[in-house]
Every structure is written in structure tokens, then in C-alpha cells.
């Protein structure tokens, strides 16, 4: 059986795996994010080495513009895009598939997740931000410039805030954030905390923000009409205080017969959805 290198760039961590045509995963590993692009392209060439794999697959936390080969992830090489695809070609013996982590995300997840053979997915990670994957009649919607996806710039208050302009409306209203915002804490992991122990302050702060959330799907739904939207990223985690408020806010403000034919679902990959997505699109670049 043919093996793939499959490698999730994270803003902290990279997750590295072999995986099977079949999906298994032969081994996986996770280290520091690289400081500087040269150390990245390293990092990638020393997973691949000896690895045996047939093909390498990509997945960048920000922009990847498929036409010119750049990257732009500001967490991790600063503001100005990098040439990705070339470096990697110069340094690999090896093809290299190469996606945002977003793409990376919905693709997993149609491959082996929840939306397990379906043709129409939104994929919506929130945790620190808010981003979506999109796959449309079996094909993955990347856009003109790699930008696709990026719905935490959705705007859904029509009040402007001078925070909207560092991180779009959806995102500062919906996100990690906001929610340690609302619920008077330092992180949403302590509100989530705080409301399993019964604080109607934390409470509140996620129902506030579940609403936010399912009016952002909402309008996905209306405009792509997906068979299913997945949930998933690290706020997910809070996804029995959160689903229930979420699915009944899209119901409210959607497209009604587009809502009636899509499902809300929590991931099932988890965090493995990237690493799987970037294998997926290592086989498919292989024409298996």
C-alpha cells in the first residue's frame, strides 16, 4: 500500500503523520513550530526523509494562492507571502500537495469524518478565529487568490466596532474571544469551566455567543445550501453547551428549505481532520 506524508502547520505546533491510501495512520508526531520559513521547509524535508512515502501533503494556517505557489501565514512567517510551493520543490524529492489548513479541514472530514461521502460541506473551525472549508459538488472552493473561507469576516452587525477591523465582525463576536469577554474571564476554557458549574454569567456568555455563531452558519447555509455543515476547532469542546442554541439560531434566521436539507454535526475527526485532509490531498494529487 502506498504511504503519504502528512504535515498540519500550526501556529505553535506542527502535527506530522504516514498515512495509508485507506487512512490508517502509521505513525504521527508533533513538535514546535519551525521560527523562520527556511526552518519550516527543513522541517518538512526531515519528516519526509526515509519516510518512504509517495507524496507529501500541506496544509498552511492562513492563505495558500494555488496559482502562484505563495503562502501568507502571518503566525508563523510574518505579513508578507512566501514561496512556498517552490521552496518545497527545490528541497523535496517528492511531490507536495499544499492547501490551506481550512481546505485541509472539510477535506478530512468528507474523506472520513462526519461528511463521509457527501458532495456539499462547510466545514467551520472556531477557536482563537473563526475560518471555513468549503467543498461544493465534490470540489473544493479555494476562491481567485486562495482566500475562500475566510468567515470571520462575515459581517453581521451593521454597528461598526473598531475591533472588526483587526479581525473581522463574525470572528470578534463569535470566536475564543469573545467569549472569555463576555463571561469575564482570561480564556473561554475558564468560561466553559465556570458554566458547568452552574455560573449564569458563563452561561449567558455562551449563549450569547452560540447565537452569534448560528447566525453566522445561517448564512452559509443560504448562500451554499450544503448537505451538512461540521462543526469543530478548540471551542468545540463546549459543544453540549453550545449545539443545541447553534442549530436553533440557524433554524431562525436561514433559508428555510435550505435548512431543512443540511445537517449541523460535530466533527468526528477532531483534531486529526487537518492531518487527514492534508493526506487526502497528497492521494488526490497522486490520482488515487
Not at 177 to 200: F, K, Q, Y
Not at 255 to 265: H, S
Request: charged share 20%; proline share 3%.
Amino acid at each position: 500500500m502506498n504511504r503519504f506524508l502528512a504535515v498540519d502547520l500550526g501556529g505553535t505546533k506542527t502535527a506530522t503523520a504516514i498515512v495509508g491510501e485507506d487512512g490508517q495512520m502509521v505513525c504521527r508526531q508533533k513538535m514546535s513550530a519551525a521560527r523562520t520559513f527556511d526552518q519550516t521547509v527543513e522541517q518538512i524535508a526531515a519528516a519526509a526523509s526515509g519516510a518512504g512515502v509517495k507524496a507529501a501533503g500541506i496544509i498552511v494556517p492562513g492563505i495558500y494562492n494555488s496559482a502562484d505557489g505563495s503562502a501568507w501565514a502571518p503566525n508563523l512567517w510574518g505579513w508578507e507571502p512566501v514561496p512556498l510551493r517552490g521552496a518545497l520543490a527545490r528541497r523535496l524529492a517528492l511531490p507536495a500537495a499544499i492547501g490551506s489548513d481550512r481546505t485541509g479541514y472539510v477535506v478530512g472530514e468528507q474523506w472520513l469524518g462526519a461528511a463521509r461521502g457527501l458532495r456539499d460541506v462547510v466545514f467551520v473551525a472556531v477557536g482563537t478565529g473563526i475560518g471555513a472549508g468549503f467543498m461544493s459538488g465534490g470540489r473544493v472552493v479555494e476562491g481567485a487568490h486562495g482566500i475562500a473561507g475566510a468567515a470571520g469576516w462575515m459581517t453581521l452587525d451593521p454597528r461598526w466596532k473598531a475591533e472588526y477591523e483587526r479581525s473581522g465582525c463574525w470572528e470578534t463576536e463569535a470566536a475564543g474571544p469573545a467569549v472569555a469577554r463576555r463571561g469575564g474571564e482570561e480564556s473561554a476554557e475558564a468560561v466553559v469551566a465556570a458554566a458547568r458549574l452552574g455560573s449564569e454569567t458563563a452561561l449567558a456568555a455562551l449563549r450569547e455567543t452560540a447565537d452569534w455563531l448560528g447566525m453566522g452558519i445561517a448564512n452559509l447555509i443560504s448562500l451554499l445550501n450544503p448537505e451538512m455543515v461540521v462543526l469543530g476547532g478548540g471551542l468545540m469542546q463546549a459543544a453540549d453547551l453550545l449545539l443545541p442554541r447553534i442549530r436553533e439560531a440557524a433554524a431562525r434566521w436561514a433559508q428555510p428549505i435550505a435548512m431543512k436539507k443540511t445537517t449541523i454535526r460535530l466533527t468526528e475527526l477532531g483534531e486529526d481532520a487537518g492531518l487527514l485532509g492534508a493526506a487526502r490531498l497528497a492521494i488526490l494529487s497522486e490520482g488515487h
